[in-house]
């Protein structure tokens, strides 16, 4: 912290490591996770998990933030799992997401892994939107339940002396 004196003589200095003390807290704070529980862990991850796959493009992370903060959850965790939908993983979340819908929609085309594309997705839109939310859930209760056993897991290991 900057002094009275250091603000008199050094204003710019002092406001310029200010910003950077709560730039350092944020992450410190937010990356320190071994003071919170599994569950909250496996929590924000499943978070993650689950906004990460809704059908709700470009919004996915502000939503992520704004459920973390709610519940009192890790924001950067929740952040970081919420980037699954990346180009790779893409192809089996929209696919999983379809074959879901499926089961309530029974008039859409069959579709597999090779003729997959946005397309199709869009122009079987419901099935999609409801399998999304479908395979979102299940995927979130995966990640909690994998998580949460290997953070007891690991946690334990590293506590025994």
């Known amino acids: 912290m900057c002094s009275d004196k250091d603000v008199e003589t050094h204003e710019h200095v002092c406001n310029e490591n200010g910003w950077k003390q709560r ?3 944020f992450f410190t704070s937010d990356f320190k996770i071994q003071q919170e529980s599994n569950q909250k862990v496996a929590m924000a991850i499943a978070v993650g998990v689950l906004v990460g796959i809704l059908p709700i ?5 502000v939503v992520g933030v704004a459920i973390a903060q709610f519940f009192g959850l890790n924001r950067l965790v929740v952040l970081a799992s919420s980037n699954i939908s990346l180009p790779p993983i893409i192809v089996g ?4 997401s379809y074959q879901c819908g499926r089961v309530f929609f029974r008039d859409v085309p069959e579709i597999s892994m090779d003729n997959i594309s946005l397309d199709l997705m869009l122009s079987s839109g419901m ?6 939310v479908i395979f979102a859930i299940i995927s ?3 990640v909690y339940i994998i998580s949460f056993l290997l953070l007891h897991l690991l946690r334990r290991k590293t506590q025994q002396p």
């Open 127 to 132: 099935c999609y939107i409801v399998g999304a």
């Open 140 to 142: 979130a209760a995966i």
């Open 93 to 96: 979340i929209l696919y999983g």
């Open 23 to 25: 730039l350092k807290n």
């Open 57 to 61: 493009w470009g919004f996915q992370m």
